[in-house]
């Protein structure tokens, strides 16, 4: 289920011509960098629960040393970053889906 998917499953998700996940990957280290753990991302992706909808879900996970800083107060910088994504990706909002997972 974890992978970082051929670049044809993301088609939909991902600028023409684009490389998501490496693209992802440079994002986040540029606004994580080692001042957070960044450590890497994981994607994948299932369908929307909701059944007027045939699109599918991005999940993201960032891998991090420092996870409560990447969750921030309340999970406030869980928000930041995925606006984030999804602005620089052009993406629906409905479509993204933001975890973090402690590395080590």
Known sequence: YWSALAMGELA???PPG?????????LLREKLGKGMGYKGVK????PLMRADDSENQLDV??????TRDVLGQKGSNMKIWKALIIEHFNMPESSVELYVERAE
Not at 18 to 26: G, H, N, Q, S, V
Not at 43 to 46: A, D, E, K, S, W
Not at 61 to 66: D, F, Q, V
């Open 12 to 14: 939909h998700f991902s």
């Open 18 to 26: 684009a490389l998501f996940l490496p693209e992802l990957d440079k």
């Open 43 to 46: 994607i994948g992706q299932r």
């Open 61 to 66: 996970i960032i891998m991090s040393t420092r």
